[in-house]
């Protein structure tokens, strides 16, 4: 059985340090799972982590970064 934790609008904008807009686009424009109880809408913990990671941008290490300054 799923052992997720449904976060409310609020709690996610919380979590990710942003406004409640911020979630709420992201359910408009279907970029984030989200679930319907009733009016209100919820956001399982594991699609935040998911959403995370798949916006995450790694460092490039290039020949640049591993020389040392003079």
């Known amino acids: 059985m799923n052992e997720d934790r449904?976060?409310?609008v609020?709690?996610?904008a919380e979590l990710l340090?942003?406004?409640v807009r911020f979630p709420r686009r992201l359910i408009?424009?279907?970029r984030i799972t989200y679930v319907k109880v009733g009016r209100h809408v919820r956001i399982p913990e594991s699609a935040v982590r998911e959403f995370i990671a798949a916006n995450t941008?790694?460092?490039r290490r290039s020949a640049l970064t591993l020389?040392?300054?003079a």
Do not use: D, F, M
């Open 6 to 8: 449904y976060l409310s």
């Open 10 to 12: 609020g709690q996610v």
């Open 17 to 19: 340090g942003r406004t």
């Open 28 to 30: 408009e424009e279907r």
């Open 57 to 59: 941008v790694q460092p």
């Open 67 to 69: 020389r040392r300054a």
